[in-house]
Each structure stands twice: as C-alpha cells, then as structure tokens.
C-alpha cells in the first residue's frame, strides 16, 4: 500500500472530521491529489483535489464550504477538513494520486489504499 489514509470516525451531524493521507515509501510531492468517497453499490465519487503546488483546489459541489483540501509537503501528508457535517457524507474515503494535472476522473488516478470509514449520524 503506497498511500494510507486515516482519521474516519463516527459524528453527528454539524460535527468536524480532519482526515489524513500519508505516502509509505512514495513521496506524494510530483503528483496532484484527491480524496473519494464511496457508498455500497454506488460509483465511487471525487469529493476534492489540489495540485502539486498545493494550490487551485477542487470541490464537489456537494462539499464546497464546509470540506477544505490541503497538503504538507515536509509531512507527505494531505489533509481532508471537514465540517457541518451531513449524514450524506457518511461513506468509505479513499485518497489517490495521478500524474495529470487537474484530473477528476477516478480512472486517472492510483494507489487507493484501503480508504477510511466516516459515519455521520442524523
């Protein structure tokens, strides 16, 4: 497994969840990033995205002002923020890489890991 993500949990709704995404043995630096999310029987759904500056972010409609994307460089790490949480966030997060700048489709991007649960309750 090349990148690991964790910090999924059980919240209410309104609450705040920060997820992380750490590269084991792969440096994320050259690539652009994104988190997923996935509920049982459904295509998996691009919920953000950042570039490898850092910068120009991506948000699903759905998230946009209450989900922020970010990434440390020193800490090969990116950073999934979440706020005013809904139950409709509750899914598997999955963070992946790719190597074409901007993308958003799923099928452009790798190294899934094995994702982490957040639940949110109603």
Not at 7 to 13: E, S, T
Not at 23 to 48: C, D, N
Not at 87 to 107: H, N, Q, R
């Amino acid at each position: 497994v090349q990148l690991q993500a964790s910090g999924g949990g059980l919240r209410q709704a309104g609450g705040s969840l920060g997820l992380s995404c750490v590269g084991s043995k792969l440096t994320i630096r050259p690539y652009h990033m994104a988190w997923f999310r996935q509920t049982p029987g459904q295509e998996r759904e691009l919920v953000a995205a950042i570039n490898r500056s850092g910068g120009s972010p991506y948000y699903a409609d759905s998230v946009k002002g209450r989900f922020t994307i970010t990434r440390d460089k020193a800490k090969n790490t990116m950073y999934l923020q979440m706020n005013s949480l809904k139950p409709e966030d509750t899914a598997v997060y999955y963070c992946a890489k790719s190597l074409i700048p901007g993308s958003t489709s799923a099928s452009n991007f790798d190294s899934w890991g094995q994702g982490t649960q957040v639940t949110v309750s109603s």
